[in-house]
DNA sequence: ACCCTCACCTGCACGC
DNA sequence: TGCGTGCAGGTGAGGG
């Protein structure tokens, strides 16, 4: 589900719900989802672990604990955790538990399968294959429109593919890659070299908006009507200006949203606002 | 080095 | 009701 913003919101709760926990066992349920251990290592790995702190990197969650130990997660498509209690049944969906030292578990839920679990070195974490690969942060000081007219200029693939490689930028999807050209008015088939310095910066400052809006507007973390199980909030899709909005009028304009389909995904955009 | 398609999975919404 | 199709916010492998 999960971009930039909603890993970012993830991370949050998940250091308001969990940090300073120990955990006491861990439970593979799904064995797929850890990358590079057994299952069984990966488990005798964690226990006794101690959470340290929650970061992120690009999408992945970093959770960090005592003795050089970082797991890294990627939600993918459909992962998400859930904080409930130690009696609580496991669902089908469910990837791996992680029981904590206050009769509580996080469920890592993932019905898709597509999400992975690896664990690291604290110390050596920039060097995994994982983040090493990473393009700078959206909110870092790399990340300047320098850099990004520097990347444009380097690529001839359509602007809206090439925010989704994370090797350039970090933590844009198929959301927010749209909306961000969206806000930059700029047309989602232009070639990237095709950009000019003045949309390279305007594209530059709608990464940057349309993120940092999402993050701040965002979710927050909710009891589900079960008050005993908690995550976080799924938005929905209303606060978008293009993304899933095809046949809709344009917020900006009133013309009808259009789809289409680039590298096999759907972009969604408005052909007027969006001419250039 | 690049670019494209497919594969990985499950479930849901749709039309017939 | 059932079945087929298309779609889903992500990535990595393998081909050209």
Known sequence: MPELPEVEVVVNWLSRTVRERQIERVEVKYP???????????????????????????????????????LLVHLRMTGEFFYV????????????????????????????????MKLAQTSKLENTEELSALGPEPFGKDFTDKYLYGVLQGSARSIKELLLDQTKVAGL?????????????????????????????????????VLNRAVKTGKKAVKHADESIENYFEGGYDRFAVYRREGKPCLRCGSMIKRIVQGSRSTFYCPNCQKK
């Open 32 to 70: 797929r989802l850890i990358r590079a251990l057994s299952p069984e290592a990966f488990s005798r790995r964690l226990k006794g672990g101690t959470i340290i702190k929650i970061g992120r990197r690009g999408k992945y969650i970093l959770i960090e604990l005592d003795k050089d130990r970082t």
């Open 85 to 116: 209690g130690n009696d609580r049944e496991i669902r089908k969906q469910t990837a791996a538990v992680f029981y904590l030292d206050n009769k509580h578990k996080l469920v890592f839920d993932d019905h898709r399968h597509f999400g992975v």
């Open 173 to 209: 999807g198929n959301i927010y890659a749209a909306e961000a050209l969206f806000a930059a008015k700029i047309n989602p088939k232009l070639r990237a070299n095709e950009l000019s310095k003045s949309q390279a910066n305007r594209l530059h400052k709608g990464i940057f908006d």
